[in-house]
């Protein structure tokens, strides 16, 4: 899937700061006896886009998810925004209010409206006033282009709509940095498209993004780093262009190999 | 080859609007004709069906409709009946006319009656802002009242005992919120619970006693609770078996889901306790027994001992039927609302419980309506129910014999009671659902 043709990214607009956003390391989980993630260290600068490839099972998804602890890790250490994840729940409820996520089945609460899905966060988490929070909530909706569904229920919306409302959602908590967990995977082709285009925008905008994907031709666009994860571990990263055009690991090539086949 | 690709192309010029259904696939002759006259079998059937209805409606219309309403004793009935049409057995519903205060009020002092018929009009205004969201919420003050005006009327004394419970109530609200600044949940939770006890037991009766002799305010006539019964004493446990059972079913189902272990072995415990006992089990305890394990001379009303045992025993199955619903929701859900930073206690009432108890609506009415018929259980312990009040009737001379319409009125005041509550169930799922699947 391309969107080069229509949707032209300005590169120079993509900056990136050297304050540290998220900083991994020696970072280990087990599943019972399963070893998920094996000596992960990682450091993310405020700005970065990172795609995370890799087949599946491979532990991309635990990876972010460890970042605003739904999962929980067992060994090494996070720091996500200044603040170590440890089990003290007041920080990792500070965490999670900082750093917005995007799942792939979107997640959508659906017995509220998606002005409601949008407000209740802010509302509650933040003691935004209500009215205030529904203006946020407006503007992002605006911004994905959706603000004339704001009274409608998920279950009335198109999966591609449902992702932007999804990730409007995540913005009303206005977070300095986006996890995406493969989120355009249950959508139809022609509504992965309006999605991308959606997060491409956040990326212009200098958003903090890890995103577990498989499009390859968002990652070559926006991303500024390529992670490649295989078995639990990060096996390969580099700048787009260095790992499409001349993969360094046996594992990324054949990675590659299948997954651009076609 | 390029012949058969021909004669595969083909290109839509224009797009077909929706259009009606042809006149003769919709309607009742459409249903009729397929459902009960579509074939030789089925029309014997159907014809067959009719007859046995027309017959079984022949047989029971007269009894009922044909029924005496005006007679002192069965016996009067019979010579009424046998005057009127000769020698048949149609319905005496004189004994209902007869004894209706007595199955509505059992045998609450007469002059009092306003008061059992104020509290139960003040009951369907508290309920309705509960069952309707669409009322002004400034009604659920009522709701809240409630509970206190009921015991005020319906037990009579002075206002002070049941303001005194408020006061408990408060008090430990109070002392929560202290706490809660200072210390943990559980540590705030275990506050409320002793300030309120202490007050309740220690301060409270002697306050209680002081402010009755220096000002008896709202002095009604005391009600003992032998003297409850009828179908008063059916809405009375009922109705508070409902409203208690579903917030502690949603403690213990939550409970039971718990990380910690001593919370959730309570929970397991309680829940498989209770559920393998039978109600009536717990009935006999709460009128026989407990009395030996609480200290000598208190009073523990006996109403209240039956009310708190249903509850008991419903809100174990209401924590099963939440189970069911908790588990039937998307580990999803509970994931986006944590990524949000939502707290554990604000996910749980904003996205979980919602979405659970909206699954839950069928077993929550099912779990409802079987506390409500089974309130007609107590007449086992002595306490004089509709069910209990039909066989003192017939122990009376007058009325020695009469079945049929008692138990037809009682089923029917149930069969109203639990229809009522079955249709709001599903106008409520129509109403909340929101999923367009």
Request: with cysteine.
């Given at each position: 899937?391309?969107?080069?043709?229509?949707?032209?990214?300005?590169?120079?607009?993509?900056t990136?700061?050297?304050?540290?956003?998220?900083?991994?390391?020696?970072?280990?989980?087990?599943?019972?006896?399963?070893?998920?993630?094996?000596?992960?260290?990682?450091?993310?600068?405020?700005?970065?886009?990172?795609?995370?490839?890799?087949?599946?099972g491979?532990?991309?998804?635990?990876?972010?998810?460890?970042?605003?602890?739904?999962?929980?890790?067992?060994?090494?250490?996070?720091?996500?925004?200044?603040?170590?994840?440890t089990?003290?729940l007041?920080?990792?409820?500070?965490?999670?209010?900082?750093?917005?996520m995007?799942?792939?089945?979107?997640?959508?609460?659906?017995?509220?409206?998606?002005?409601?899905?949008?407000?209740?966060?802010?509302?509650?988490?933040?003691?935004?006033?209500k009215?205030?929070?529904?203006?946020?909530?407006?503007?992002?909706?605006?911004k994905v282009?959706?603000?004339?569904?704001?009274?409608?229920?998920?279950?009335m919306?198109?999966?591609?709509?449902?992702?932007?409302?999804?990730?409007?959602?995540?913005?009303?908590?206005?977070p300095?940095?986006?996890?995406?967990?493969?989120?355009?995977?249950?959508?139809?082709?022609?509504?992965i498209?309006?999605?991308?285009?959606t997060?491409?925008?956040?990326?212009?905008e200098?958003?903090?993004?890890?995103?577990?994907?498989?499009?390859?031709?968002?990652?070559?666009?926006?991303?500024?780093?390529?992670?490649?994860?295989?078995?639990?571990?990060?096996?390969?990263?580099?700048?787009?262009?260095?790992?499409?055009?001349?993969?360094?690991?046996?594992?990324?090539?054949?990675?590659?190999?299948?997954?651009?086949?076609? | 080859?390029?012949?058969?690709?021909?004669?595969?192309?083909?290109?839509?010029?224009?797009?077909?609007?929706?259009?009606?259904?042809?006149r003769?696939?919709?309607g009742?002759?459409?249903?009729?004709?397929?459902?009960?006259?579509?074939?030789?079998?089925?029309?014997?059937?159907?014809?067959?069906?009719?007859?046995?209805?027309?017959?079984?409606?022949?047989?029971?219309?007269?009894?009922?409709?044909?029924?005496?309403?005006?007679?002192?004793?069965?016996?009067?009935?019979?010579?009424?009946?046998?005057?009127?049409?000769g020698?048949?057995?149609?319905?005496?519903?004189?004994?209902?006319?007869?004894?209706?205060?007595q199955?509505?009020?059992?045998?609450?002092?007469?002059?009092?009656?306003?008061?059992?018929?104020?509290?139960?009009?003040?009951?369907?205004?508290s309920?309705?802002?509960?069952?309707?969201?669409?009322?002004?919420?400034?009604?659920?003050?009522?709701?809240?009242?409630?509970?206190?005006?009921?015991?005020?009327?319906?037990?009579?004394?002075?206002?002070?005992g049941?303001?005194?419970v408020?006061?408990?109530?408060?008090?430990?609200?109070?002392?929560?919120k202290?706490?809660?600044?200072?210390?943990?949940?559980?540590?705030?939770?275990?506050?409320?619970?002793?300030?309120?006890?202490?007050w309740?037991?220690?301060?409270?009766?002697?306050?209680?006693?002081?402010?009755?002799?220096?000002?008896?305010?709202?002095?009604?006539?005391?009600?003992?609770?032998?003297?409850?019964?009828?179908?008063?004493i059916?809405?009375?446990?009922?109705?508070?078996?409902?409203?208690?059972?579903?917030?502690?079913?949603?403690?213990?189902?939550l409970?039971?889901?718990?990380?910690?272990?001593?919370?959730?072995?309570?929970?397991?415990g309680?829940?498989?306790?209770?559920?393998?006992?039978?109600?009536?089990?717990?009935?006999?305890?709460?009128?026989?027994?407990?009395?030996?394990?609480?200290?000598?001379?208190?009073?523990?009303?006996?109403?209240?001992?039956?009310?708190?045992?249903?509850?008991?025993?419903?809100?174990?199955?209401?924590?099963?039927?939440?189970?069911?619903?908790?588990?039937?929701l998307?580990?999803?859900?509970?994931?986006?609302?944590?990524?949000?930073?939502?707290?554990?206690?604000?996910?749980?009432?904003?996205?979980?419980?919602?979405?659970?108890?909206?699954?839950?609506i069928?077993?929550?009415?099912?779990?409802?309506?079987?506390?409500?018929?089974?309130?007609?259980?107590?007449?086992?312990?002595?306490?004089?129910?509709?069910?209990?009040?039909?066989?003192?009737?017939r122990a009376?001379?007058?009325w020695?014999?009469?079945?049929?319409?008692?138990?037809i009125?009682?089923?029917?005041?149930?069969?109203?009671?639990?229809?009522?509550?079955?249709?709001?169930?599903?106008?409520?799922?129509?109403?909340?659902?929101?999923?367009?699947?």
């Open positions: 899937m391309s969107l080069a043709e229509d949707r032209a990214i300005d590169r120079s607009k993509l990136v700061s050297d304050e540290v956003a998220i900083q991994i390391t020696n970072m280990n989980k087990w599943y019972g006896e399963f070893h998920v993630l094996r000596d992960i260290n990682l450091t993310v600068n405020r700005g970065e886009r990172i795609v995370i490839a890799g087949p599946s491979s532990g991309k998804s635990t990876m972010i998810r460890c970042i605003n602890r739904l999962e929980e890790h067992q060994q090494g250490k996070i720091i996500v925004d200044g603040t170590e994840l089990s003290d007041k920080n990792i409820d500070k965490i999670r209010s900082e750093v917005g995007c799942f792939q089945h979107f997640n959508l609460f659906p017995h509220l409206t998606i002005l409601e899905n949008c407000t209740l966060a802010p509302m509650w988490v933040r003691k935004t006033p009215r205030e929070a529904e203006e946020i909530a407006m503007h992002f909706l605006e282009k959706i603000p004339d569904q704001a009274h409608k229920y998920p279950g919306l198109s999966g591609g709509q449902q992702q932007r409302v999804a990730i409007a959602r995540s913005l009303c908590m206005k300095r940095i986006m996890l995406f967990d493969e989120p355009t995977s249950a959508l139809d082709p022609e509504m498209k309006e999605v991308l285009d997060m491409i925008e956040l990326a212009e200098g958003m903090t993004m890890l995103c577990v994907t498989h499009e390859m031709g968002f990652a070559r666009q926006v991303a500024n780093r390529v992670i490649f994860m295989d078995q639990g571990q990060i096996v390969e990263q580099n700048e787009p262009e260095e790992f499409f055009n001349n993969p360094k690991s046996e594992r990324t090539k054949l990675f590659l190999s299948q997954i651009l086949g076609h | 080859m390029s012949h058969s690709t021909q004669s595969l192309a083909y290109v839509r010029k224009e797009m077909i609007e929706q259009q009606p259904a042809p003769s696939q919709v009742f002759t459409r249903w009729a004709r397929e459902n009960l006259f579509s074939g030789w079998f089925n029309t014997l059937l159907t014809l067959v069906s009719l007859f046995v209805i027309y017959k079984m409606l022949a047989a029971t219309l007269p009894w009922v409709f044909g029924g005496v309403w005006n007679a002192e004793s069965l016996d009067q009935c019979r010579t009424i009946l046998n005057e009127r049409y020698d048949t057995h149609y319905a005496c519903w004189a004994v209902i006319r007869e004894r209706w205060n199955l509505l009020y059992g045998f609450y002092p007469e002059s009092q009656y306003w008061r059992a018929n104020l509290a139960f009009v003040l009951m369907l205004a309920l309705a802002p509960v069952l309707f969201d669409k009322l002004p919420r400034k009604m659920l003050y009522l709701t809240m009242a409630f509970p206190f005006l009921l015991v005020w009327l319906v037990w009579g004394g002075t206002i002070w049941v303001l005194s408020a006061v408990g109530f408060v008090l430990a609200g109070v002392a929560f202290i706490v809660d600044r200072f210390g943990s949940m559980a540590l705030s939770a275990i506050a409320a619970v002793v300030v309120a006890v202490v309740w037991l220690f301060i409270g009766p002697s306050v209680v006693d002081g402010l009755n002799s220096v000002a008896p305010l709202g002095h009604l006539q005391e009600v003992q609770s032998r003297d409850l019964g009828g179908f008063m059916c809405v009375i446990i009922g109705i508070s078996g409902i409203a208690l059972s579903l917030p502690i079913g949603i403690v213990l189902a409970g039971r889901q718990s990380d910690l272990f001593i919370v959730k072995t309570i929970c397991v309680f829940i498989e306790f209770i559920r393998g006992v039978p109600l009536i089990t717990l009935l006999f305890t709460a009128s026989l027994l407990l009395n030996y394990f609480l200290p000598p001379g208190t009073t523990f009303d006996l109403t209240l001992r039956v009310i708190i045992m249903v509850t008991l025993f419903s809100s174990a199955y209401m924590a099963e039927v939440i189970r069911g619903g908790l588990a039937a998307p580990k999803g859900q509970y994931e986006a609302a944590d990524a949000l930073g939502l707290d554990y206690w604000k996910s749980q009432r904003l996205i979980i419980m919602p979405q659970a108890l909206k699954i839950s069928p077993g929550i009415v099912n779990t409802f309506i079987g506390l409500f018929k089974d309130t007609t259980l107590v007449m086992f312990i002595g306490i004089y129910d509709m069910l209990g009040l039909s066989n003192a009737i009376n001379a007058a020695n014999g009469i079945y049929w319409e008692l138990f009125f009682i089923g029917l005041v149930f069969w109203i009671c639990c229809f009522a509550m079955s249709r709001y169930s599903q106008w409520l799922e129509r109403k909340l659902r929101t999923d367009h699947r």
